[in-house]
């Protein structure tokens, strides 16, 4: 899989995948099973064995579906919103991505696994839905530097989805290393429309939020689905940062699975898994 486009600033390379582009990857894509999202036809999506990725790919595989709670969720959100966008902020094999695009909405989609974007570029071939989908390969975090893809066994044995991105190495082609960008870098990518952001890098979420602040007064952020799971139990004080810089800018934070009274700040350690942050202002 080939870079089609690099958009390159006085600090940064943004890396843009075209969808279209056939898959040269040297590991063929060879499993691919049936996405079932409630109310849709059925398309493809291709994954990894089960047998080395017992999360994400083992629910696909056996359910055709994962996190549907939080799918219904948005897609209830879009349903209301018929111009919103969507960002998918660690997209892995693309569950989010491939059911937003059915709705023939436009969607910006960014891993920093590039094994994941070409799982994903077959998918969406598979199911014609290349037309509004943007693919970024590029780490996401507050500031420009090459970092290092690690799977840390201890914690996410078997699932991919635990891979995590650190600073450091040399950047390379082959996969092992990848370039990271801002949100400010990324702002060219979106317009006047309103956007509805899923993010879900394994506790790098606050990194990416600090490097956005001119991208959210840039973009009209409505709605951030976020993994809330590594803040529960947050030593570094992490956390704190997400709910100062999302408060600061009008955003409460919600239950997904019940959105009539926002979150108390001072319960955030018992807060769910995942939060839904909603714009008030």
């Given at each position: 899989m080939d870079v089609h486009k690099k958009t390159c600033g006085r600090d940064s390379?943004?890396?843009?995948?075209?969808?279209?582009l056939k898959n040269t990857t040297v590991e063929p894509v060879n499993l691919c099973v049936g996405l079932k999202v409630l109310?849709?036809?059925?398309?493809?999506?291709?994954?990894?064995?089960?047998?080395?990725?017992?999360?994400?790919?083992?629910?696909?595989?056996?359910?055709?579906?994962?996190?549907?709670?939080?799918?219904?969720?948005?897609?209830?959100?879009?349903?209301?919103?018929?111009?919103?966008?969507?960002?998918?902020?660690?997209?892995?094999?693309?569950?989010?991505?491939?059911?937003?695009a059915q709705r023939g909405r436009k969607v910006v989609a960014i891993n920093a696994n590039k094994r994941n974007l070409e799982l994903l570029i077959t998918?969406?071939?598979m199911?014609?839905?290349?037309?509004?989908?943007?693919?970024?390969?590029?780490?996401?975090?507050?500031?420009?530097?090459?970092?290092?893809?690690?799977?840390?066994?201890?914690?996410?044995?078997k699932n991919i989805g635990g891979t995590r991105v650190e600073s450091g190495g040399t950047f390379s082609e082959i996969g092992t290393t990848v370039q990271s960008v801002t949100l400010d870098d990324l702002i060219g990518h979106f317009?006047?429309?309103?956007?509805f952001i899923?993010?879900?890098i394994e506790a790098s979420e606050w990194k990416a939020l600090m490097g956005g602040k001119q991208?959210?007064?840039?973009?009209?952020?409505?709605?951030?689905?976020?993994?809330?799971?590594?803040?529960?139990?947050?030593?570094?004080?992490?956390?704190?940062?997400?709910?100062?810089?999302?408060?600061?800018?009008?955003?409460?934070a919600y239950d997904p699975q019940n959105m009539n009274r926002a979150l108390k700040i001072k319960d955030r350690y018992t807060w769910p898994t995942d939060v839904l942050w909603m714009k008030t202002a």
């Amino acid at each position: 899989m080939d870079v089609h486009k690099k958009t390159c600033g006085r600090d940064s390379c943004v890396q843009q995948i075209s969808s279209s582009l056939k898959n040269t990857t040297v590991e063929p894509v060879n499993l691919c099973v049936g996405l079932k999202v409630l109310g849709f036809k059925e398309t493809p999506i291709c994954i990894y064995d089960p047998k080395i990725d017992n999360a994400i790919s083992a629910s696909l595989a056996a359910k055709g579906l994962w996190e549907g709670h939080l799918v219904t969720v948005v897609h209830k959100i879009l349903s209301r919103e018929p111009d919103m966008e969507f960002m998918d902020i660690g997209c892995n094999v693309g569950v989010y991505t491939i059911t937003v695009a059915q709705r023939g909405r436009k969607v910006v989609a960014i891993n920093a696994n590039k094994r994941n974007l070409e799982l994903l570029i077959t998918s969406l071939q598979m199911g014609k839905l290349t037309q509004n989908v943007t693919l970024l390969w590029n780490a996401l975090s507050d500031k420009v530097e090459t970092m290092n893809l690690r799977l840390d066994l201890g914690i996410a044995e078997k699932n991919i989805g635990g891979t995590r991105v650190e600073s450091g190495g040399t950047f390379s082609e082959i996969g092992t290393t990848v370039q990271s960008v801002t949100l400010d870098d990324l702002i060219g990518h979106f317009g006047k429309h309103s956007v509805f952001i899923k993010i879900d890098i394994e506790a790098s979420e606050w990194k990416a939020l600090m490097g956005g602040k001119q991208f959210f007064e840039s973009v009209h952020i409505k709605y951030i689905l976020m993994e809330w799971m590594h803040y529960k139990n947050d030593k570094l004080c992490s956390g704190d940062y997400i709910i100062n810089f999302l408060s600061d800018r009008s955003f409460l934070a919600y239950d997904p699975q019940n959105m009539n009274r926002a979150l108390k700040i001072k319960d955030r350690y018992t807060w769910p898994t995942d939060v839904l942050w909603m714009k008030t202002a």
